[in-house]
């Protein structure tokens, strides 16, 4: 079990009170005496893996950035030199469990909110550049010293550098600057310009949090509402008394047209069966994979100890006028009796179930078939 504890004096209600996207702040001490979860050669080791998402960020002489894509070789490091360079890993946590110890730390947010745990190692003087994300993060300082300038929220039209993949801007005006030691953490709501700077060889572990745009959003619930229709639902023409010319659309037409298609829009039901599926889609889904030996009715499933697998997401909603529990699990909705709702909320909140607590579990209706369930796609595992 891991030992890791925010700092006492840190108030996670004054901080979604405060600051909580709306603007930055240092919180320093944030987890007094960290230590980081991960070397620097085992990220680089991570980003080798062919499953793994990274980047290697270099600094020319001619103050540009040269960006390369992993899967890496080990000879892609061993040749680089000894400052001015960057190695960026995505979701971390879901490799390394003591990496994932420090994501959970962050639980006053809820955990379908966030979406993984980017390990940077920067050598003296790397760094992205001055750039701002689309959702919130906590820069968490590990070994090393790293410096920090923040800017404006940035609009919509901000100018970037062309040619950059990075989204480096154009112009950066500092308004802040700290510099973070071990333990330390810089909170960025979306938009913030921000740019830091390695003082020393360093770790940061970045803990990002979704934000899909309205666009995709929109994209989502739409191809939901397609799925969900009956083909054999057309548009309908109904009687106009007014006379239209013969080009014109009515308004009558129109109208109802539009309230048709608002009335699929605005159902509530409909959109959080879709919302919560699309919350819980796994960043990763290739690592979720079928269990090996499925388990089958016979076999008691309280004699094994189950973990959630990394890459899972769980999340529920007390659906009141459903009158039912709605459970999401990697893009996939069951539903539950309100008696449930204890169960549901622990086996959402925990990331390993003991014996005892299989055991507590199965007291409620229909959570044998789910726990089975569950480990036969993968979702959670035996151990």
């Known amino acids: 079990m891991s030992t890791l504890q925010l700092n006492t004096l840190f108030s996670s209600e004054d901080f979604l009170k405060n600051y909580w996207q709306q603007k930055p702040v240092l919180l320093s001490e944030l987890i007094p005496d960290f230590k980081d979860p991960v070397t620097p050669e085992e990220l680089a080791g991570l980003a080798c893996e062919e499953l793994s998402e990274s980047r290697l960020i270099k600094q020319l002489d001619s103050g540009s950035n040269e960006l390369s894509h992993g899967p890496f070789a080990e000879q892609d490091f061993t040749c680089l030199p000894q400052t001015n360079w960057t190695l960026l890993v995505q979701a971390v946590d879901q490799w390394v469990e003591d990496v994932a110890d420090v994501k959970r730390l962050f639980d006053f947010i809820p955990s379908w909110r966030v979406d993984d745990v980017m390990v940077s190692f920067a050598a003296t003087g790397g760094g992205v550049g001055p750039h701002f994300d689309y959702y919130d993060v906590f820069l968490l300082q590990g070994q090393g010293q790293r410096h920090w300038k923040v800017g404006e929220r940035c609009s919509s039209n901000v100018q970037l550098q062309p040619n950059s993949e990075l989204g480096i801007l154009e112009n950066f005006e500092q308004v802040t600057e700290y510099t973070l030691s071990a333990g330390d953490a810089l909170y960025i709501p979306p938009r913030f310009a921000h740019w830091g700077v390695a003082q020393s060889d360093s770790l940061c572990y970045s803990i990002g949090f979704r934000a899909p745009s309205v666009a995709e959003m929109i994209e989502g619930f739409s191809d939901f509402l397609m799925k969900e229709q009956d083909p054999a639902q057309r548009f309908e023409d109904t009687y106009c008394a007014s006379k239209v010319l013969p080009g014109e659309i009515g308004l009558g037409q129109l109208d109802a047209s539009f309230q048709n298609l608002l ?31 499925p388990l089958n009715a016979g076999q008691s499933i309280s004699e094994f100890t189950l973990i959630k697998n990394p890459s899972s997401r769980f999340a529920f909603i007390e659906s009141k006028p459903e009158s039912c529990i709605l459970l999401f699990v990697d893009g996939n909705m069951a539903r539950f009796d309100m008696e449930n709702l204890k169960a549901i909320s622990q086996l959402c909140d925990v990331t390993s179930l003991n014996s005892e607590t299989i055991n507590a579990l199965l007291k409620y209706k229909g959570m044998e078939e789910l726990l089975r369930l569950l480990v036969n796609q993968g979702s959670l595992q035996l151990i």
Not at 266 to 271: E, G, I, M
Request: hydrophobic share 30%; charged share 20%.
């Open 263 to 293: 009335s699929r829009f605005s159902d509530k039901s409909n959109f959080s069966h879709w919302f919560g599926c699309y919350v819980t889609q796994p960043k990763y889904p290739e690592l979720i994979q079928p269990a090996e030996a």
